[in-house]
């Protein structure tokens, strides 16, 4: 083993121990060169990104419940017309007993008056008795009629 000898008069014993610690495990980096790489963490890009995906997931749900919200208001609006295709109906004149899921057509008379009937406009012959076709519709269970088709 051959190398320069250290001559122990000329270090500086102050000047060393500021370089050492008596507890390396508390230092913010590596105290010697097997020791674990140590990086400062970049907090403001940490909560950032934190912030972001935060921002991402509530984003995604908020428009799932719009959706929902979306959907739950076309069905409102199918029921609104159901009843009020319903009414109608029922303050039209029927000259039968409607059975439930039987298609029937609602039609409108010259004076404005309504009229179930058991045929479809393309069956009648040349002599119709109607002057406007409303709607095929259809008997459901709860006595609510379901347009199948309506003439706009």
Do not use: C
Not at 11 to 22: A, C, N, S
Not at 124 to 139: I, S, T
């Amino acid at each position: 083993m051959t190398g320069k000898k250290i001559d122990i008069s000329k270090l500086d014993l102050e000047l060393m121990k500021e370089k050492t610690t008596e507890n390396p495990g508390t230092l913010p980096y590596a105290h010697h060169s097997g020791s674990a790489l140590i990086k400062p963490e970049d907090k403001g890009k940490i909560t950032g990104r934190a912030v972001a995906a935060m921002h991402s997931q509530t984003d995604m749900q908020m428009a799932q419940i719009y959706e929902q919200m979306r959907l739950l208001a076309d069905q409102a609006k199918k029921i609104q017309s159901r009843v009020e295709v319903s009414e109608r109906i029922y303050q039209a004149s029927i000259a039968f007993e409607p059975l439930i899921n039987h298609r029937y057509f609602l039609y409108q008379k010259e004076d404005g008056t309504d009229f179930m009937s058991m045929i479809a406009p393309e069956e009648w012959g040349r002599k119709k008795d109607w002057a406007h076709f409303v709607a095929e519709v259809k008997l459901l269970a709860d006595h609510t009629w379901d347009i199948l088709r309506e003439n706009t």
